[in-house]
C-alpha cells in the first residue's frame, strides 16, 4: 500500500502560479513512477504529468508542456507539481498517482494509487 496525501491547492488568478505538493508514505517511494492527473467540472479525469522512479524522465500532457514541470525528492518521498503561467482552463481537482512502473505511465489504468485530491482554481 502506498498513501498519497496531496496540498497546495487554492484560488489564484490568470498568469499565476502554484505548487502542489504530494507526500507519500508506505512502501517504498522510489520503486514507483509518479504522475497527476486533474479532473476539471464536468470532464473526464486526464493525464497531466509523470515523472519516472529516478526523477531523470518527464513526460507531460500537449495542454500544460512549457507551464508545468514535474519532479520528486526521494529521500524526502515528495513528488511535486509546478504550474506557472496558470489559465482558467486549468481549474480541476489535481490527484497525485504512484504506479508500479519504470516508465513513463499517462493512462489512468496503469496507476494503482491516488491521493484524494486538491482544488485549483484559476479565475479570469
Known amino acids: 500500500q502506498v498513501q498519497l496525501v496531496e496540498s497546495g491547492g487554492g484560488l489564484v488568478q490568470a498568469g499565476g502560479s502554484l505548487r502542489l505538493s504530494c507526500a507519500a508514505s508506505?512502501?517504498?517511494?522510489?520503486?514507483?513512477?509518479m504522475g497527476w492527473f486533474r479532473q476539471g467540472p464536468g470532464k473526464e479525469r486526464e493525464f497531466v504529468a509523470a515523472?519516472?522512479?529516478?526523477?531523470?524522465?518527464?513526460r507531460y500532457a500537449d495542454s500544460v508542456k512549457g507551464r508545468f514541470t514535474i519532479s520528486r525528492v526521494n529521500a524526502l518521498n515528495m513528488v511535486y507539481l509546478q504550474m506557472n503561467s496558470l489559465k482558467p482552463d486549468d481549474t480541476a481537482v489535481y490527484y497525485c498517482?504512484?504506479?508500479?512502473?519504470?516508465?513513463?505511465?499517462?493512462?489512468?489504468?496503469?496507476?494503482?494509487?491516488w491521493g484524494q485530491g486538491t482544488q485549483v482554481t484559476v479565475s479570469s
Open positions: 498517482s504512484a504506479a508500479a512502473n519504470y516508465g513513463l505511465p499517462y493512462r489512468i489504468s496503469q496507476y494503482d494509487y
Open positions: 515523472i519516472d522512479w529516478r526523477g531523470g524522465g518527464t
Open positions: 508506505g512502501r517504498t517511494f522510489s520503486n514507483y513512477a
